[in-house]
């Protein structure tokens, strides 16, 4: 039930409306009644309520004060529910549906008494809890219905929430009463509470102002909210408060001919539309025009779902007939299913899903289509920099506080108390525990397989070129002495990425290899595959701890953690952010592998490919995430093929267990067909792909062609599975576009390369006179004459030479 969190307006609801105590509130507005000397009357403060709260309720303190048709009216026109105190005659029963009746207590009659706080006794003596602290859960949702987060309610607490109308809860970490955003100045305005059918759960309804929900700055403690209808509101409405000028939003704002000609024509070719996929496609448009004229016109979203709502809650139904001048007009479905309508020409224009909308397929266009492919390979957009206001202050603590800091964040982030924030080698026995013989093997071999691979990679001697007569210039490697690897971990083990790491920072000669990977909630560990590897790569210690504050703790150092040179390794955003904040910062005199980004495949495949293993190859990168890209570049492909293509991604991906991220990854991938080799080679190499995978005839011999990627996997029998684990090719390697920029991590990446020269009186009496003619162009004498010096004292200057 949804409970009135609202006093009954009383007789004097003039007055309060005028003085809007009440409205600012939002809720279910309680009305009286007994207050109304008419229907009208009632329906005059339903209009007057109805833009300000959710819902707009009667107390009937008789039923006999109304008609059953006066009811009827009330009920089809705003009036959410009926409250009675005694049982409605049986044709009122017969006629209005039992979910808009509710009981009131007789403990709190006659209706004109009651009072915020007497229901807010009720409400408390309702609900019930078998927790043994005597919280109640409680879930809490935007006015959209949307999941904020979890959190947990005391008898107290929804009193002060009740009372304030604001989002009061009870905190278990601080053990005291927590209002919502007092700190953090992200408030939330108390809409409604609604209790489960056990009485032991709570809905708290709210209005969420600031960056989001969750302490972490997202919208919600499940991540950022995936938008529809309500992430297009919001854009229009950002275009309209943020004008650009050219722009094609823009445009339809300040001429609302042309935006009221889009919404028609886009109706008319929706009407049009025959299959799932341009029902679907013509319905994006018109609610996108549509959209865009009521935030023209100051009206939102909310405004129309609440029209909804209440049409759905009607009684009774008018007929519904069409007006004449629409049923008489000539539809245009014979021109479309001869291939001349509007869906049609789109459909030629961009092939689209092949199959039921329920299957798991990707979408499919032709090279030739340049929006499609540009939609196709457009990455997402990266949030660096929308979050570095978070990851600021974290870095900050770390600084100053160091492993106090580290210890207090990873109890707030990672739900862990540690003692020390630190694993020193070497790793005591008891973590090791629950470490295989087969895993051992299996990770002894990987490990030895990347080390053969980069150690073959190790420059041996001085690279050494006499580049003149006396003039000797030589180029050694370094390693890095101190390097930090981070391993993400938490619920995730991921021993891949501690040995692709850890590995060729071993082969390249660190002299400190620091791992850092986040705790597990279970026991305060990281899983005993991660140690392990740490153990066989010489690693001095493991940092428990993720996030930004790891890579703080790395690049500044703590009392436990020795500052590195550099860091290393894959994270999500607020690692990232990290990363960069500290590879520009001087005080921190830290680098940083690479630029980071969602993982991503592009997949060449032709006609003799193998539709199960190309299948595969797309689902094994699309159960990253999903924000992972998945492409499929396939060379004059059949639309047999493409559609044995799409089957086997169906099958093989509903038996995965990631299904759900596999669904939402694949939703977005493409399948772009191309007619040559050289074509699908070029796309690719636009691209710049992470994996790329040769799925083609003779594949080896098209690697030539392959000027921007990652890493290739070359022929039918190469998964991109075997470089992530044990081929001996790295598997970090560089994303968004960067593979035109950057290598994967390699040997080199941890080592830095000097140059140095010797010359001798031969040399310098051959290039001396050119150093100092370009030193004298430059006006620095000062180099000029370190040479002109040297040269006279050999007697090698020329007499006449200034």
Not at 258 to 266: M, R, S, V
Request: hydrophobic share 40%.
């Amino acid at each position: 039930m949804t409970f009135p969190i609202l006093p009954l307006l009383g007789a004097d609801y003039s007055a309060a409306l005028e003085a809007k105590p009440f409205i600012k509130l939002a809720g279910e507005a309680v009305i009286d009644a007994s207050a109304f000397a008419s229907e009208d009357d009632v329906l005059q403060v339903i209009r007057s309520l109805a833009e300000n709260f959710r819902y707009v309720s009667l107390v009937l303190n008789a039923a006999e004060q109304f008609s059953l048709d006066q009811l009827v009216v009330l009920l089809n026109n705003g009036i959410y529910r009926l409250y009675v105190n005694s049982v409605l005659p049986q044709e009122f029963q017969d006629t209005i549906p039992a979910s808009r009746v509710a009981a009131i207590p007789a403990s709190v009659t006659p209706a004109a008494q009651i009072s915020l706080e007497s229901f807010t006794k009720v409400f408390l003596d309702l609900i019930e809890t078998d927790r043994k602290d005597g919280l109640y859960t409680t879930l809490v949702v935007d006015s959209n219905e949307r999941c904020l987060g979890l959190v947990y309610s005391s008898r107290e607490s929804i009193e002060q929430a009740i009372a304030k109308q604001i989002g009061v809860y009870f905190s278990r970490s601080r053990n005291e009463i927590w209002v919502k955003g007092l700190t953090s100045g992200n408030t939330q305005t108390l809409l409604s509470i609604d209790v489960d059918c056990d009485s032991d759960a709570l809905k708290f309804t709210v209005s969420q102002d600031g960056s989001g929900f969750c302490h972490l700055g997202t919208h919600t403690c499940f991540g950022d909210l995936a938008y529809g209808l309500n992430g297009l509101e919001h854009t229009l409405n950002d275009r309209k408060a943020n004008a650009v000028q050219g722009s094609y939003t823009n445009r339809l704002f300040n001429d609302e001919t042309l935006l009221n000609a889009k919404i028609k024509e886009e109706a008319e070719e929706l009407t049009e539309a025959t299959s799932k996929d341009e029902l679907a496609w013509e319905a994006a448009d018109l609610f996108y025009f549509a959209m865009a004229r009521l935030v023209a016109n100051g009206v939102s979203l909310q405004d129309v779902e609440r029209n909804l709502a209440m049409k759905n809650l009607k009684i009774t139904r008018r007929k519904g007939d069409a007006k004449a001048r629409f049923l008489t007009k000539a539809t245009s479905k014979d021109a479309s299913a001869n291939g001349n309508g509007p869906a049609a020409k789109k459909a030629k224009v961009a092939e689209r899903t092949l199959g039921a909308n329920d299957k798991i397929f990707l979408n499919v266009v032709s090279s030739s289509d340049v929006s499609g492919v540009t939609q196709a390979v457009t990455r997402p957009i990266q949030k660096t920099s929308e979050i570095m206001h978070l990851v600021n202050p974290i870095i900050d603590s770390v600084r100053s506080k160091g492993d106090s800091a580290l210890i207090e964040l990873t109890k707030k982030f990672d739900g862990v108390e540690l003692k020390a924030p630190v694993l020193e080698a070497p790793f005591a026995a008891e973590y090791f525990e629950g470490l295989t013989e087969e895993m051992k093997e299996s990770l002894d071999l990987s490990i030895e397989n990347v080390r053969k691979f980069h150690a073959a990679q190790l420059q041996k001697k001085p690279l050494v070129v006499t580049t003149q007569p006396g003039v000797i210039c030589s180029r050694f490697p370094r390693a890095i002495e101190k390097v930090g690897l981070y391993i993400p971990g938490g619920t995730a083990i991921l021993p891949s990425t501690a040995l692709m790491l850890g590995v060729p920072a071993q082969v390249a000669g660190c002299k400190e290899i620091v791992f850092a990977s986040p705790p597990r909630k279970s026991d305060g560990k990281v899983s005993p595959e991660v140690v392990y590897v740490a153990s066989k790569v010489g690693a001095s210690k493991i940092v428990l701890a993720g996030g930004a504050q790891a890579v703080a703790a790395m690049a500044y150092g703590t009392e436990s953690v020795p500052k590195v040179d550099k860091i290393l390794g894959p994270g999500n955003q607020f690692v990232t952010a990290a990363k960069m904040y500290v590879q520009n910062d001087t005080q921190a005199l830290c680098s940083i592998d690479m630029p980071a980004g969602p993982s991503e495949v592009l997949v060449i495949a032709d006609e003799d490919a193998d539709v199960d293993f190309v299948a595969s190859d797309l689902l094994s990168q699309a159960e990253h995430g999903i924000d992972s890209q998945v492409i499929l570049v396939g060379v004059k492909l059949s639309d047999k093929k493409i559609q044995e293509i799409q089957e086997a991604v169906h099958r093989q991906a509903i038996a995965l267990p990631r299904v759900d991220i596999v669904r939402q990854c694949i939703a977005h991938s493409t399948i772009i067909r191309c007619e040559t080799y050289p074509e699908a080679f070029d796309m690719s190499n636009k691209y710049a792909p992470e994996h790329l995978i040769l799925q083609i005839n003779e594949a080896d011999r098209y690697v030539p062609l392959v000027d921007n990627a990652g890493s290739i996997f070359v022929g039918a029998y190469t998964p991109e599975s075997c470089g992530d684990y044990s081929s001996g090719t790295n598997h970090t390697l560089p994303t968004y576009g960067y593979a035109r920029q950057y290598s994967g991590a390699n040997t080199t990446t941890f080592q830095k390369f000097i140059t140095s020269q010797q010359v001798t009186s031969e040399g310098l009496d051959n290039i001396g006179k050119a150093v100092m003619c370009i030193a004298k162009v430059e006006g620095l004498d000062g180099h000029r004459n370190a040479v002109k010096i040297r040269m006279s004292k050999l007697g090698l200057l020329p007499k006449d030479f200034e």
